[in-house]
C-alpha cells in the first residue's frame, strides 16, 4: 500500500518537472520585459533586468588595484588626488587609463610589482572614478509608461519635457494629453470601441445561426452548414483588396462599422461551427416539451438555449476578444492611423531604426492589460469552454 | 451562473453604451472622425503651445526654425484653402515622426492645411491601398517604389517641384523613364566610417587617407592586438544589409562610380570578376575573428545597431564601424556622455570615388492643390534649411547645406554638397525581389558558401528585376 503511494508519488514528479519548466520558460521573459519597462533607458542600457534584485558592488576593482597608493577614499596622494574632477577628466576611458598606468611616474613603473588591470577592469575602475561623484538615479520609474501613455516621441521624457516647457507641439503638459491622439491612452478607446462590437456581432449572429442549425428542420441545412465551417479556409489576407475597394466605393473605409462588419465576417464560420455543436448536444426532450407548452423558437432560444449555452459564448467570447485586440492587420487596412489603435500604437513606438524601444515595452504592457483582466474574470469558462461542442451526444 | 450574467449584463450594457457613441461618430458622416483627430493635434495644441510658451521654446531649441524660418506670407500655398487635407504614408515612427512634424509645421501654420499621416512599415498597406483605388495623397517610400507604382504617380515637374534645389545625380536615382517621379526628400551618406578619436590617440593611429593606409591601419591594429572592425549583419527580413553596404563602398574604391552604375543599370553583369574582387577583399575581414569581432560568426548573428555601438563602448571591442550617418544618432542616445568630435567621431571612407548613399524619395498619388504646396515647400530653398534645421537625417535640397544644428550631420552635409557622385544603395534601387537576394547571397557568402555559386544566383535575380 505504502509502496503503491510513493510509485504514485514518483510516477507524477516528471511530469510536475515539465509543466513547471514549461512555466518558468514562459514566464521569465515577460517578468524581465515588466521588470524593464519600469526601468529607466540608461539603466536598461548598462545592465541586465536580473541585477535589480541584488545589491551592485561597485569598486571592487578600484580596491585591488589603486587603493593601496591612493587610498580608500582617493585622496592619499596630494598630487594625484582621484576626487578632483580635473584630473579624472584626463582618462575617461579604460584606453586612456591604461596608457596612463603603462607609464612611469618619477622612473619607476606606475603600477610597481603588481600587474596591471585587464581592460575590463579598467573601463569598471574608470566608470567608478567618474561616477563617485554623482548620485545614483533611482531604481525604476514609471516615465516609459506615462510616455507611452500620452505618445511622447521626444529624446527625453514627458515628465522631464514639461518641467522644462519644452514640450513638443501637439503636447500641452495637462490632462487632455491622455487623449492625444499618438499615444496609448486614446488608442485604448479605440481599440474599446473596435473589439466589443466586433466580439459581440458575431457570437449574436452565430448562436442565432447554431439554434437554426441544431434545431430547425428545413432543406439543405447539413449543406449550408458545411458551406459556412468551409469558409474558415479563406485565408483574410486574400480579401483585403477586394472588401477595401468594395468599402471605398460605399464609404465604409476608416470607420469602426467597416471593421466591425470584418470582423464578424470571418469570425462567424468558428463560432457558428462551435455554437452549433454545443447546442446539439442540448438534449431533444428539453425543446420538445417547451414547443408543447407552447413556446415560440424565439421564447426557446431566449429561456433556453441562451443560458445554457453561456460555457460556449464565454469561450467564444474571449477567443475572439483576443484576436481582434491583438489584431494589427485589419485595423491598420481599413482603420489605419486617422483612429490608431492599441497595435497600431506599439508598432509605431520605436522609430525606424529601433530606438525608442524603452517605451514600446511599457506600451506592450499597456496592451496587455484589459486581456489579463478578460481572461482572469471569465477563466474558468475558458476552460470549460474548449471543450464545448468537441463531444457531440 | 447568476455571477456570471452580471458581468455579461455589464459587458452588454457598456458595449451598447459604446457602440452609441461610436455609431454616432460613425452616421454624422465619416469625416468627422477624421477631422477630429488631426484638428486637437496639428492646429489646436501647435498654437497653444506657441502662444502659451513661445520664450523657452523658441530660445532655448535649436533656434533654426524660429529665427532662420521666414514668416508665413513667404510660403506658397499654391491655392490650398483652409483646413484642406493630405493623407501621407511612410515608415517613419516615434521621434522621426515628430521630426517630420516640425519640418512641415512653417506650412501647416502658413496654408491651414491638415495632415492625416499613417505610419507602418509594413508594405503591404501601400500596396492594398493602392490596389483599392485608395492610395494616400503622398507616400515617402523607397526608390523601388517609383518604378513599382510608375503608372500611378503623379510627375514632379507637373506639380511644379523646383529643380534647381537638387544636384544632378539626386535626380537621377528618382527619374524613372525619363520622368521626374520622387522628390528626394532625404538622404544618408553609407560611405563613412565610424571612429573613436579617443581610442585612436590613445594607440596612436592616424585617420587613413587613402585605401592602402587604410589596410595598413588595420594590420596594425591587429599587430597591437586590437581588433578593426565591428560588422553586425542581424536585421531581421533585411539581415544582411550592412555587408552589401560595405561591398559597395569597396566596389567604389576599387572600381568607381561607373561600374555601380552599370550593375544599377543592367550593363555590368552581378557576377563579374569586379564584383567578385569586392566580395574577396570584404571577406578577409568579414570572416576572420582577428579582423572582426566574433568572425564569421559574430559578423552574421550581431545585431547592426548592436555592432555601431561596439567600438564606442569601454573597453572597446573594436576599433571602427561601417555605418550610414543615422550611426551618430543611435551612438549619442547609447552613450550620452560621448561627444561628437572627441569620443565618436567619422571619416569619409578613403580612397572612395563618389559616395554611396541612399535617397528617400517622397511620392505623389493624387493631384491637389495642397499637395503642390507641400510639394513647392519641400523642394524650396526654405524646405531644405527647415529639414536640415529638424535633425532628421540629411536633405539633398541644397537649401540644407550650412542650416543642420548637430555637428555630425554638418560634416556630413558638407560630404554631399562637395561630392563629385552620388551612387544609391544597389540592392534598394534594382527592382523585384533583388534586394533581399542580395543581402542573402552576402550572408551566405559569409557563412562559407561557394561565391561562384552565389554570385551566379544574383547575376540571374539581377537580369530578372531588370527585365521586368
Not at chain 1, 470571418?266 to 416539451?289: C, H, Q, V
Not at chain 2, 498597406?125 to 483599392?132: I, K, N
Request: with cysteine; net charge negative; aromatic share 10%.
Amino acid at each position: 500500500m505504502k509502496r503503491e503511494q510513493i510509485n504514485k508519488l514518483l510516477n507524477k514528479v516528471p511530469t510536475h518537472v515539465i509543466v513547471i519548466l514549461t512555466m518558468i520558460i514562459w514566464i521569465v521573459p515577460t517578468v524581465g520585459l515588466l521588470v524593464t519597462s519600469l526601468r529607466p533607458p540608461e539603466a536598461v542600457r548598462s545592465s541586465g533586468w536580473w541585477t535589480v534584485f541584488g545589491s551592485q558592488t561597485v569598486g571592487g576593482h578600484y580596491a585591488t588595484y589603486c587603493a593601496e597608493c591612493h587610498g580608500a577614499d582617493g585622496t592619499a596622494l596630494p598630487q594625484a588626488d582621484l576626487t578632483n574632477p580635473d584630473v579624472i577628466a584626463k582618462y575617461p576611458r579604460s584606453l586612456q587609463l591604461l596608457a596612463l598606468l603603462r607609464k612611469d611616474i618619477n622612473g619607476q613603473p606606475h603600477m610597481g610589482d603588481n600587474s596591471l588591470p585587464s581592460a575590463q577592469e579598467a573601463a569598471e575602475i574608470a566608470t567608478y572614478l567618474r561616477e563617485a561623484g554623482e548620485e545614483a538615479g533611482s531604481k525604476f520609474t514609471f516615465n516609459n509608461y506615462i510616455d507611452a501613455l500620452v505618445g511622447y516621441r521626444g529624446e527625453d521624457t514627458y515628465r522631464a519635457d514639461c518641467a522644462a516647457g519644452t514640450q513638443p507641439p501637439d503636447l500641452s503638459c495637462t490632462a487632455r494629453d491622455i487623449l492625444n491622439p499618438r499615444g496609448m491612452g486614446r488608442a485604448f478607446i479605440n481599440s474599446l470601441l473596435v473589439t466589443i462590437p466586433a466580439t459581440f456581432l458575431p457570437i449574436l449572429f452565430a448562436a442565432f445561426a447554431g439554434y437554426a442549425f441544431a434545431w430547425l428542420d428545413f432543406k439543405g441545412r447539413f449543406l449550408l452548414f458545411a458551406l459556412l465551417v468551409g469558409l474558415q479556409v479563406v485565408p483574410l489576407q486574400m480579401t483585403l483588396v477586394p472588401i477595401s475597394r468594395f468599402y471605398a466605393q460605399v464609404g465604409l473605409n476608416g470607420t469602426f462599422l467597416g471593421v466591425w462588419l470584418f470582423h464578424t465576417g470571418f469570425g462567424m464560420p468558428y463560432a457558428i461551427y462551435l455554437m452549433r455543436n454545443f447546442l446539439g448536444t442540448l438534449p431533444k426532450d428539453l425543446f420538445e416539451s417547451a414547443y408543447l407548452d407552447g413556446a415560440s423558437h424565439w421564447t426557446a432560444f431566449r429561456q433556453l438555449v441562451i443560458p445554457l449555452a453561456m460555457p460556449a459564448i464565454a469561450s467564444l467570447g474571449i477567443f475572439q476578444f483576443l484576436w481582434v485586440w491583438n489584431d494589427l492587420l485589419v485595423s491598420l487596412v481599413f482603420l489605419g492611423g486617422t483612429t490608431p489603435v492599441m497595435t497600431y500604437q506599439i508598432s509605431n513606438m520605436v522609430t525606424s531604426l529601433g530606438s525608442g524601444w524603452q517605451v514600446l515595452t511599457a506600451a506592450a504592457f499597456l496592451s496587455m492589460l484589459l486581456p489579463m483582466i478578460v481572461f482572469f474574470a471569465l477563466q474558468r469558462y475558458f476552460v470549460r469552454g474548449m471543450l464545448a461542442g468537441a463531444v457531440k451526444g | 451562473m447568476s455571477k456570471f450574467s452580471k458581468i455579461l449584463g455589464v459587458l452588454v450594457m457598456f458595449t451598447l453604451l459604446l457602440t452609441a457613441c461610436g455609431g454616432g461618430q460613425q452616421t454624422q458622416a465619416p469625416t468627422d472622425a477624421v477631422t477630429e483627430v488631426p484638428t486637437e493635434a496639428m492646429t489646436e495644441a501647435p498654437t497653444e503651445a506657441m502662444t502659451e510658451a513661445p520664450t523657452e521654446a523658441m530660445t532655448e531649441a535649436p533656434t533654426e526654425a524660429a529665427t532662420e524660418a521666414p514668416v508665413a506670407g513667404e510660403i506658397d500655398c499654391m491655392g490650398a484653402a483652409q483646413g484642406d487635407e493630405i493623407s501621407m504614408l511612410y515608415q517613419w515612427a516615434g521621434a522621426e515622426e515628430a521630426a517630420l512634424n516640425q519640418v512641415l509645421q512653417p506650412l501647416i501654420d502658413a496654408c491651414g492645411i491638415v495632415l492625416r499621416p499613417e505610419s507602418t512599415r509594413d508594405q503591404a498597406l501601400l500596396d492594398t491601398r493602392v490596389q483599392a483605388g485608395t492610395p494616400p495623397d503622398v507616400a515617402f517610400w523607397q526608390v523601388s517604389q517609383l518604378v513599382q507604382y510608375e503608372d500611378q504617380l503623379v510627375s514632379m515637374d507637373e506639380l511644379g517641384a523646383n529643380r534647381e534645389s537638387y544636384g544632378e545625380f539626386f535626380i537621377d536615382p528618382v527619374t524613372i523613364n525619363d520622368e521626374w517621379l520622387g522628390l528626394p526628400i532625404k538622404a544618408d551618406v553609407k560611405s563613412i566610417i565610424w571612429y573613436s578619436p579617443a581610442n585612436f590617440e590613445a594607440l596612436g593611429y592616424e585617420v587613413p587617407t587613402t585605401w592602402e593606409e587604410l589596410d595598413a591601419l588595420v594590420e596594425q591594429m591587429v599587430a597591437d592586438g586590437q581588433v578593426p572592425w565591428s560588422m553586425g549583419f542581424e536585421s531581421g527580413d533585411a539581415t544582411g544589409w550592412t555587408g552589401s553596404d560595405f561591398i559597395q563602398d569597396i566596389m567604389l574604391v576599387q572600381q568607381g562610380p561607373e561600374f555601380v552604375n552599370g550593375i544599377i543599370d543592367g550593363s555590368v553583369s552581378y557576377d563579374d570578376p569586379g564584383v567578385r574582387q569586392a566580395y574577396e577583399t570584404y571577406g578577409t575581414w568579414a570572416t576572420d575573428e582577428t579582423y572582426t569581432v566574433g568572425g564569421a560568426q559574430g559578423t552574421l548573428s550581431t545585431p547592426f545597431l548592436e555592432a555601431i555601438f561596439k567600438p564606442f563602448a569601454d573597453p572597446p571591442e573594436a576599433m571602427m564601424v561601417k555605418q550610414s550617418g543615422f550611426a551618430g544618432a543611435e551612438i549619442k542616445t547609447q552613450f550620452p556622455d560621448l561627444e561628437q568630435g572627441t569620443d565618436y567621431d567619422f571619416f569619409v571612407v578613403p580612397g572612395i570615388q563618389g559616395l554611396q548613399g541612399s535617397i528617400e524619395p517622397m511620392m505623389v498619388f493624387n493631384d491637389t492643390p495642397a499637395v503642390r504646396a507641400l510639394v513647392a515647400y519641400l523642394s524650396s530653398e526654405q524646405g531644405g534649411a527647415n529639414w536640415a534645421g529638424a535633425t532628421f537625417g540629411l536633405s539633398p535640397n541644397l537649401g540644407a547645406a550650412g542650416n543642420y544644428v548637430d555637428p555630425a550631420l554638418q560634416k556630413l552635409g558638407d560630404a554631399i554638397a562637395n561630392t563629385q557622385g552620388f551612387t544609391t544603395d544597389i540592392g534598394d534601387t534594382i527592382p523585384g525581389g533583388f534586394g533581399s537576394a542580395e543581402f542573402q547571397g552576402i550572408s551566405e557568402y559569409v557563412n562559407g558558401g561557394d561565391l561562384d555559386a552565389i554570385l551566379a544566383d544574383l547575376a540571374a535575380a539581377q537580369a530578372e528585376g531588370l527585365n521586368q
